[in-house]
């Protein structure tokens, strides 16, 4: 059985449903993606690494990844902060506006809290938003942390999922992006994310610049056009199938990337595996919010397959 630790920062969701009325739900880009990954491959142990505080939200947090069957055994406890928190407003042209309470929440402090390292997992998974919320000690922890997973031969998996917002400025966000693609084996580079953070234009500079930092399976979503795929020499292109009622494109490239790793994870080539990531894409824009009800989603995911 393959071990997944994927670490991040899963936030309260409220969503406006109504001038007065909020949803609530859990949420966060590596969070997302644990649990689409979780629910298309029930034989991989996935388990969430993250901090939550002692508040009733990060209690109920807990029971949400229990209903996931996602492992808490690397999820620790903060005496004295909160879960962050974000906010989603649609207005009535569709257009979403979000709002955060997430500066000092509990999951800022996970490498300060962490006890043990990475010694139960095979693969290990983190997004540019998991490291843009740590302060710079923390973030050396982390790459010593990987270092010695790496060096028995464990695999690291990268989204860099550019928030300039969570960092002091571009160039920051420059420096550690680069130092954490030079520490992976599986990158999911987006369009948007290099274009806003490096200026590439095209497909073939986002690629360049990630296989020069040395890694060797290379994935560039790019919405309903398809998806590049590097593998070592080879590149291919693998096509999406276009949804044509978008309803909520929050969370599509985390369910991707859970989607893609559920597979690849399971022995499946990279074609199969991009092929698979774009069914759960397409599944969860399908739906609103990022965690889409598991009766749906599952009778979803079945229809197109
Ligand atoms: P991100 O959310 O990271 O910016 P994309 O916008 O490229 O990434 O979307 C991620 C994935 O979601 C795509 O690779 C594709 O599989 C799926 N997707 C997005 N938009 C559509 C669409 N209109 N029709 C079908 N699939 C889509």
């Known amino acids: 059985m393959s071990r997944i630790v994927i670490f991040g920062e899963c936030m309260v969701e ?31 142990s ?20 229990g209903d996931e069957e996602i492992n808490t055994d690397q999820v620790y406890r903060s005496e004295d902060r909160n879960l962050g928190l974000y906010m989603v407003r649609t207005d009535k042209h569709g257009e979403r506006t979000f709002a955060y309470w ?8 996970t490498l300060n809290l962490m006890r043990g390292d990475l010694s139960n997992a095979d693969v ?31 695999k690291v998996v990268f989204d860099p999922n550019y928030r300039p917002r969570l960092w002091p400025g571009p160039e920051h ?11 992976s084996d599986i990158a999911f580079p987006g369009g948007d994310d290099h274009l806003a953070l490096y200026g590439h234009t095209d497909v073939d500079a986002i690629h360049q610049h990630v296989a020069d930092l040395g890694v060797k399976e290379i994935i560039v979503k790019n919405g309903a ?9 080879s ?8 949804v044509e009622t978008v309803v909520d494109t929050t969370a599509a490239g985390d369910a991707f990337n ?21 069914k759960v894409a397409a599944t969860v824009i399908s739906y609103p919010g990022a965690i889409v009800e598991k009766d749906a989603f599952y009778k979803h995911i079945a229809a197109l397959s």
């Open 102 to 109: 997430r500066a000092n929440s509990a999951a800022t402090q």
């Open 173 to 183: 966000a420059q420096l550690w992006t680069d130092k954490a693609y030079s520490h």
């Open 46 to 65: 996935v388990s969430y690494l993250t901090a939550i505080g002692a508040d009733f939200l990060s209690d109920e947090l807990l029971f949400k990844m």
């Open 124 to 154: 290990f998974y983190f997004s540019g938003i998991s490291l843009a919320i740590l302060d710079e000690v923390q973030r050396l922890k982390l790459f010593d942390l990987i270092d010695g997973f790496r060096a028995k031969g464990g």
């Open 14 to 44: 409220l969503v406006n449903r109504g001038a007065d009325t909020l949803s609530k739900g859990y949420a966060g880009d590596t969070y997302n993606t644990a649990v689409y990954l979780k629910r298309c491959a029930r034989d991989i």
């Open 235 to 242: 590149h291919c292109i693998v096509p999406v199938e276009r």
């Open 258 to 278: 859970g989607g893609y790793l559920s597979a690849r994870l399971s022995g499946k080539d990279v074609t199969d595996s991009a092929s698979f990531g774009a």
């Open 225 to 233: 056009v398809g998806v590049h795929i590097y593998e070592q020499d």
